[in-house]
């Protein structure tokens, strides 16, 4: 019997679940619906500016071991950015995106792109044998699963492989996010540091110099980086109406060199931070067999070494379950 393993999405979890079954041996395939792999981990490269449009200065509290095990020496890999709390924080010297570009690096298995699984279903009675629908209309057999996605996808996905975990996942709300990173000159920007009173809906401005992160902001600039809660999905002027509160915050009039807007309606899950949530997952966690599990920033983990570890505990299960 076919022992394969579907890894459905190519963002950090899916990625780190993928590199866990390759490291055991596995016979895997990675599925990602966009052209990218990612997810929501999105590193721009022009002009001598390296900006995220997503996690860019990291909370770190312990080790992160993937980074030695991906062959990144850490001194080289991270830039000190201050502390936070009881940790450090940390800017990948040349992007997040770094670390995905490592990830993907090291895996040898299918990776395909621009494929949506539409739904999933067991094949045989004894719920051995699952079948993986994409949305061309291909099933795919697998033994194992392991659904890397959003819980507003994975919640289509499992409708018919079991409805009491796809029902615990209905209705999973998200605040949608805007980020702006915006180039200057040096000399056209007065300020330093992050902004505070800012007006709603921005709830950060911060404006990074060459000599915090030489690497990734050219000598003589700096890097202005915002981030905005949007209300509304279809409003194509958030972009403009974000950089104008940022400018009008700053006292920004000259012209940027360099800019880089990402709207992300899964920006911030809202649902996993309910007090339910913890036990709406063990629910979950029991109604799904050990070889179809759930991984990923919507489900048990934020941070990124607690989504690695996720992500590697879920594909260790699955890879037990079936063998
Ligand atoms: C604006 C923003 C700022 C953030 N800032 C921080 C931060 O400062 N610190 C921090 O720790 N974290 C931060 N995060 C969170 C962090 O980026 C995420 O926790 C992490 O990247 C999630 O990875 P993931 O793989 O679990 O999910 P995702 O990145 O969402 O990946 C899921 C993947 O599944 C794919 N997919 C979806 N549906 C399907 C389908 N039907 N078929 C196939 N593939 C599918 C998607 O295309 C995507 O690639 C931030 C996130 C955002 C959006």
Known sequence: MSRKIIVIG????????????????????????????????????????????????????????????????????????????????????????????????????????????????????????????????????????????????????????????????????????????????????????????LPAPLKFVQVLGHDRLPTRIPDGHVLVRAGMRVADLADAQAGAAAERLVREKLGITAEAVYRHVRLWPEGDPLTCYAPEHKATMAAIDAQLPQHVRLTGSDYRARRLDALFADAEAQAQAVLAAIS
Not at 78 to 93: K, N, Q, S
Not at 95 to 116: C, K, S, Y
Not at 149 to 166: D, F, G, H, T
């Open 10 to 197: 190519g963002g950090l979890s899916g990625l780190a679940a993928a590199w866990t079954l390759e490291r055991a041996g596995a016979d895997y395939t990675l599925i990602e619906v966009k052209r990218a792999l990612g997810g929501s981990i999105h590193t721009d490269r022009r002009g001598g500016f390296t900006s995220d449009s997503s996690q860019f200065i990291l909370e770190k509290f312990a080790d992160w071991p993937f980074l030695p095990a991906l062959g990144m020496d850490e001194a080289d890999a991270l830039a000190p950015m201050g502390r936070y709390r009881d940790g450090a924080l940390v800017a990948f010297t040349h992007g997040t995106g770094a670390l995905i570009d490592a990830l993907a690096a090291r895996l040898t298995r299918p990776v395909m792109m621009r494929m949506a699984v539409s739904s999933l279903g067991f094949l045989s009675r004894d719920e051995t044998m699952c079948g993986v629908c994409l949305e061309n209309g291909v099933m795919m057999e697998a033994r194992g699963v392991v659904i890397a996605a959003p819980a507003r996808y994975a919640e289509r996905m499992l409708r018919s492989l079991n409805a009491q975990a796809a029902a615990l996942l209905e209705d999973y709300q998200y605040d949608p996010t805007l980020r702006l990173n915006l180039g200057f000159r040096a000399d056209d920007v007065a300020v330093s540091g992050d902004a505070n009173d």
